[in-house]
């Protein structure tokens, strides 16, 4: 019931909640020696959640190490450009699966009330 | 640091907090580094060295939110710098004192990374908090 009724934007909104938890990580361990960046491929995430897969699987399957492009002495490779750039994206796609969801709920409510 | 919120899983607040007060730990170190620069000593052992705090990541397996902790403060490799200064009360028998090993250029970039990394996480945190709320208020477009 509650897959057909909130769709694809359900399991975006679970994701991209995923997703921003891994970026803050990063933010958090800009200066801690030896460590690396990771993310999640979202839209391979999503891909696998649509095949059937749950949240845990499909995040274990595609989350990745970054690729830096210029690796630090320390050997961490958080990269502060690309961690800001990946947050943003990540944060206006939640927010606009937030919006799909409460459109979502509206249909509902007015299909309910037979305004 | 502290493990005060050592109950339940790691949530985002959490991990910000974490990472906060380490960079406030470094933040900390480079100012104590910047006040003892230039103070001397009457012997190699007794002059300042720099510290310098070293991050380790503390992971949440349960959620994949991957936070920091000092993992300890240590003392710079940095040599203090012997210098001839025998009108110093503080000078030995040949008439040299030690300076304090500190590089303050370091320091300065230190303490200015740390700052800009402190601002990032609450960058970070307010966005995170901004999106929970109007997840839980399920803002009205």
Redesign the interface.
């Known amino acids: 019931m509650g897959d057909s009724l909130f769709g694809i934007h359900g399991m975006a909104l679970e994701l991209r909640a995923q997703r921003l938890g891994v970026l803050t990580s990063n933010i958090a361990n800009a200066a801690t020696p030896g460590y690396k960046a990771r993310d999640i491929d979202f839209s391979g995430a999503l891909k696998a959640m649509t095949q059937g897969a749950s949240v845990t699987q499909a995040i274990g399957s595609a989350t990745q190490y970054r690729v830096p492009v210029m690796p630090a002495l320390d050997g961490n490779t958080v990269e502060m450009s690309t961690e800001q750039t990946a947050f943003a994206e990540n944060a206006i796609g939640y927010e606009a699966t937030l919006n799909m969801l409460q459109d979502r709920v509206n249909t509902v409510n007015r299909a309910l009330k037979g305004e | 640091m502290s493990s005060s919120n050592s109950q339940g899983p790691m949530t ?1 607040f959490d ?2 907090a ?2 906060m007060s ?2 406030l730990v ?1 933040m900390n170190a480079a100012a104590s580094n910047l006040a003892n620069a230039g103070t001397v000593a009457s012997s190699a052992q007794g002059a300042y060295r720099a510290l310098r705090p ?4 503390v992971l949440d397996k349960t ?6 902790k000092v993992q300890g403060v240590y003392q710079s490799g940095a040599s203090p710098v012997q210098l001839h200064d025998p009108d110093n009360p503080l000078a030995d028998a040949n008439g040299d004192v030690w300076s304090s090993g500190v590089d303050e250029n370091a320091e300065m970039i230190e303490m200015t ?2 700052s800009r ?1 402190y601002q ?2 609450v960058e ?2 307010q ?2 908090k901004q ?1 929970t709320l ?2 839980m208020r ?4």
């Open positions: 985002l991990a910000s974490r990472a380490a960079q470094r070293v991050f380790a990541t959620t994949g939110i991957a936070s920091v990374e740390a990394q990032n996480v970070a945190l966005t995170a999106l109007d997840t399920m803002k009205t477009s």
